[in-house]
């Protein structure tokens, strides 16, 4: 993706590399991509007169394709389009389908931003870190799980934790995603085998502001698509099979630097843990609202599952110095390699909404100065780190709790605003009435049914 784009420039490179087609593509609620395909000769007019686009496929779709009733852009706006606009800046070729490039989408209702969408949420709160004199470098680590399309098995087997024989199952199809991705600026910095059966993990560089979650939404599309060509579903819920330990997390390793990018904010040599004033009240704000931003973190049933002591996911609003078992894993170093890892996103997680989230946190711990508790030393989940004398948050494990902690954080839910939430919140009670009907009618797989195509 070239930052600096222009029309005339795209229309050259679409007649230079004889591409055929456009996606113009969108993020929907749950972070899955959707879009409309365009012949390459429509591109023009489409850039100047928009893309007409249902906004209930953007804000009212469940992982099933039901609608959902109580969003605001369903029935209760007539069924109508919002108007996008391709935002020149994404445009890229696709190498892993032929003669096909892919825009994102800047999305408009009756002339005006289609706020509650959630790119344009992200957006929103990266302008206003710019605003400060901040941009934010970050990369998501997405972890996954692999089964045969034809028979629903695992690409491999047993519990075999980055092994190099598990590792070359399939050479062909991780070198692909490896290469493909490169192609379209996502640098791959290491492949391995996770945890569990079939399950993976590909880490990329990072990236300044709103690519970095652009490059999570590319991310995750092109290990699917590629993923089928090798006969493979690629899965991103958390927990494919109830009885598994250890999900598949969406770690968000970030790090602040100034407006123009050049000067890393988070090292202090002279500092407390060597971490600046500005990075621990950005990890103090982060987990004074952790149990709200474990929705927007883990937004489903089977995401909230993967909060479970000894899971190396977090249980507690807590952090540590280079510790697995906390919210945030303070990974300090120098001026330019000092970083923060976010341990709560889950892999199912729409990467947009869990970077507003975040950010709004860190703005919030900045702004008011909130003081930075002590490290974990040790696992946060011994306890005397559980016990409610202890004056720490516990994380919520289920979505009645997550919903309630989301709806009464008001600093998250004013930042994130009332289109954003009333659609959030309208889809989480849904997916609760969803599991309310599973378990009356005995059906104890629901949620693979549910999100395997997540």
């Keep these: 993706m070239d930052q600096n784009m222009d029309l005339?420039?795209?229309?050259?490179?679409?007649?230079?590399?004889?591409?055929?087609?456009?996606?113009?593509?969108?993020s929907d609620l749950y972070g899955i991509a959707r879009c409309k395909t365009i012949p390459a000769r429509q591109f023009a007019g489409k850039a100047s007169m928009g893309q007409t686009y249902l906004r209930a496929a953007v804000m009212a779709l469940d992982p099933a394709c039901a609608f959902v009733q109580g969003t605001g852009y369903y029935s209760e706006c007539g069924y109508c389009d919002s108007m996008c606009f391709p935002d020149l800046d994404t445009f890229t070729i696709l190498p892993w389908v032929p003669n096909t490039a892919r825009v994102m989408l800047n999305a408009t209702y009756a002339g005006k931003t289609e706020n509650g969408y959630p790119r344009e949420v992200a957006k929103a709160q990266c302008a206003r870190l710019k605003e400060m004199g901040y941009t934010l470098k970050a990369a998501t680590e997405h972890e996954f799980h692999l089964t045969k399309l034809d028979t629903g098995e695992y690409a491999f087997g047993t519990y075999q934790y980055q092994s190099t024989v598990r590792s070359s199952f399939n050479l062909p199809f991780t070198q692909q995603v490896e290469r493909d991705l490169y192609?379209?600026?996502?640098?791959?910095?290491?492949?391995?085998?996770?945890?569990?059966?079939?399950?993976?993990?590909?880490?990329?560089?990072?990236?300044?502001?709103?690519?970095?979650?652009?490059?999570?939404?590319?991310?995750?599309?092109?290990?699917?698509?590629?993923?089928?060509q090798y006969n493979y579903n690629?899965?991103?819920?958390?927990?494919?099979?109830?009885?598994?330990?250890?999900?598949?997390?969406?770690?968000?390793?970030?790090s602040l630097w100034d407006a123009d990018g050049k000067v890393s904010l988070f090292y202090d040599a002279n500092g407390a843990y060597h971490l600046s004033d500005v990075a621990q009240h950005w990890i103090a704000g982060i987990l004074e609202h952790a149990p709200a931003l474990t929705l927007l973190s883990a937004p489903t049933i089977n995401c909230l599952g993967r909060y479970q002591l000894g899971s190396w996911s977090p249980v507690n609003a807590t952090w540590g110095l280079d510790n697995r078992s906390c919210v945030i894993r303070a990974k300090v170093s120098d001026q330019n390699g000092t970083y923060l890892e976010n341990r709560l996103p889950a892999s199912a997680c729409n990467s947009y909404i869990s970077l507003a989230?975040?950010?709004?946190?860190?703005?919030?711990?900045?702004?008011?100065?909130?003081?930075?508790?002590?490290p974990i030393k040790g696992s946060a989940y011994d306890s005397k780190y559980l016990e409610p004398s202890s004056g720490i948050a516990r994380l919520p494990t289920n979505m009645k709790d997550a919903l309630k902690a989301f709806v009464e954080d008001k600093v998250v839910t004013d930042a994130l605003g009332l289109d954003f939430v009333r659609a959030f919140v309208a889809c989480k009670v849904h997916e609760m009435e969803c599991e309310a009907t599973a378990k009356a009618t005995g059906d104890s797989g629901w949620e693979k049914k549910y999100y395997s195509y997540f």
């Design 8 to 26: 005339q420039q795209i229309l050259k490179t679409i007649e230079e590399n004889n591409i055929e087609y456009v996606r113009m593509e969108i």
């Design 183 to 228: 192609k379209v600026g996502i640098d791959i910095e290491s492949i391995e085998t996770e945890y569990n059966p079939g399950q993976m993990e590909m880490s990329y560089k990072p990236a300044f502001g709103i690519r970095s979650a652009d490059n999570a939404h590319t991310y995750k599309t092109a290990v699917k698509e590629i993923a089928r």
């Design 234 to 254: 690629a899965n991103f819920m958390s927990k494919p099979d109830p009885g598994e330990h250890v999900g598949s997390g969406a770690h968000l390793n970030h």
């Design 357 to 374: 989230g975040m950010i709004v946190a860190g703005i919030d711990g900045i702004q008011r100065k909130l003081p930075l508790p002590e």
